[in-house]
């Protein structure tokens, strides 16, 4: 028999992974309704581009959150959100790639060298990859924590490429894009002002048994 | 050559054709516009007390040659999916914030280098010249495009009226500055008002037309009413909307988009597939209105017009002066 709260964080995980596919569901059902508007393609490229910041952000979140609100499972959510940050990130490239570009690569190279948007967008993705492929638990045993968590920190660089991709292709009002960009400073903050937090802890050396833990991350 | 001839003939002459014309239309029309309003009402379901109300049928429309062949993009996509920042930066959403939008009373100022600076009320600017349909391309800088069914008549019959001076050599043109119907203009996007500008000759350009309707009805809010211009070889942002002032320079005019961003927005900004955007490639096209799997159309050089229109940039390098 599981424990309580084991069954509880399953049945959470369960309703939080319906309620990740919301929107591609949403899109799907408008795309089959003729409700995506006059520039579907647009709709399509916007709406999987602004989930991706969206559950990226929502990712960067659940340390910050678990370690203020003192909820350790909602790590257990992480890999999961993060997960589909790359998800939407690859629907919003497969966009790009498919119906946009109809498969032209020459094209898309000229785009991703020429266009800074692009090259921003791409290297975005690029950095998700790795973070995504080694998401198992059995590529954590094979890197090792320290060296997992340290590659696995590529996701404040690609959260910021996705700021600046989405900066750098709005044509004016930037509120949305620096609205995004605010809360990933935040986020990003955070882990500064706890990283010297628990640098200076250990320099004065006062009870580094008991702040150790608290501040690892 | 057209403002020559204009020249010659006093505007008191030219004046009372059209508007004479324009009442032998409108009384045998009058039935129809009748049928037409009521029927717009029931339909639309507005409030419309006032007979130029958007959606009010326009009569004696007459076919032109310039008018393209190809489908024209439905209303419904023309009228919801547009760029009109004064209202909203999203696409989707101007149809809605400009619905209350008020278009009387509506005086436009033409001023500068003219003999007879005016200020002529929409009215009068609706019965100036014979309507005309013109289908024409409209290509957005952003990649998309439209064929859209304008109501209107060449720009150049208003700008005579006020008889330009010799010297005029740009003629720049200003949106209503209104911040209490355009929220955006309470924030700054974009430099407010908008203006745009044309050199003399493509202002006077028989392609250039001054628009007051679209598919055979008074021009909706959203897409620019009572007046805006259509200069299908130019990328659309050239085509200003809700025109209040009209005025006749020596200078190239500062334009909006190229105070935004010099390196992005040219002030010719002629439609040209070989100059890219540096956000889009310009050498294709969506069709709003083809669906998803659609394949894109090629862009034309100015837009497919260039028959017209190339001989004005005879001799001038267009990477230079995009």
Known sequence: MLPLREKLVRVLKLLGFLLCLGPLTLLVWKGFHDRLGANPVDVITRTTGRWTLIFLLLTLGITPLRKLSQLPWLIRFRRMLGLFAFFYGSLHLMTYVWLDKFFDFPTMLHDIAKRRFITAGLTAWALMLPLALTSTSGWIRRLGGKRWQKLHRLIYFSAAAAVIHFIWLVKADLRQPLTYGAILGILLAYRVIAWAVAKLRSKTSVAVARAGPAISE | ?322
């Open chain 2, 1 to 322: 050559m057209l403002i020559k001839k204009s020249n010659d003939i006093p505007s008191s002459e030219i004046t009372p054709k059209p508007a004479f014309l324009n009442r032998r239309k409108f009384i045998t029309g009058a039935a129809a516009t009748g049928a037409a309003i009521a029927a717009g009402l029931y339909l639309r379901g507005m409030d419309g007390n006032e007979a130029e109300a958007a959606g009010t049928k326009l009569a004696g429309i007459a076919k032109s040659p310039f008018s393209v062949t190809e489908q024209p993009t439905s209303f419904k996509d023309i009228t919801n999916y547009n760029n009109y920042y004064e209202f909203s930066t999203d696409k989707y959403e101007p149809n809605g914030l400009a619905a209350n939008f008020r278009t009387r009373p509506w005086t436009v100022s033409i001023e500068g280098l003219v003999r007879k600076p005016k200020k002529i009320d929409i009215d009068t600017i609706m019965k100036l010249a014979p309507l005309e349909e013109r289908i024409y391309r409209h290509r957005c800088v952003e990649g998309w495009s439209m064929v859209i069914p304008w109501v209107g008549y060449p720009l150049s019959n208003l700008l005579k009226q006020a008889e330009p001076l010799g010297h005029a050599k740009f003629v720049a043109f200003e949106t209503i500055f209104a911040p209490d119907q355009m929220p955006n203009q309470k924030r700054d996007v974009l430099q407010w008002p908008y203006i745009e500008g044309l050199r003399m000759d493509e202002a006077m350009h028989p392609l250039t037309i001054l628009v007051l309707g679209l598919y055979d009805e008074v021009l909706p809010n959203v897409d620019g009413a009572p007046l805006r211009l259509a200069v299908p070889w130019k990328y659309g942002f050239k085509s200003i909307k809700a025109i209040v002032k009209i005025k006749f320079v020596e200078n190239m005019p500062p334009t909006t988009w190229n105070i935004m961003a010099a390196d992005e927005y040219g002030f010719y900004s002629n439609v040209n597939p070989t100059v890219d955007h540096p956000r889009w490639s310009q050498a294709t096209e969506r069709r709003i209105g083809e669906g998803i799997f659609a394949h894109k159309h090629p862009t034309l050089m100015f837009n497919g017009y260039g028959d017209q229109v190339a001989s004005l940039y005879s001799g001038m390098d267009l990477r230079k002066n995009f």
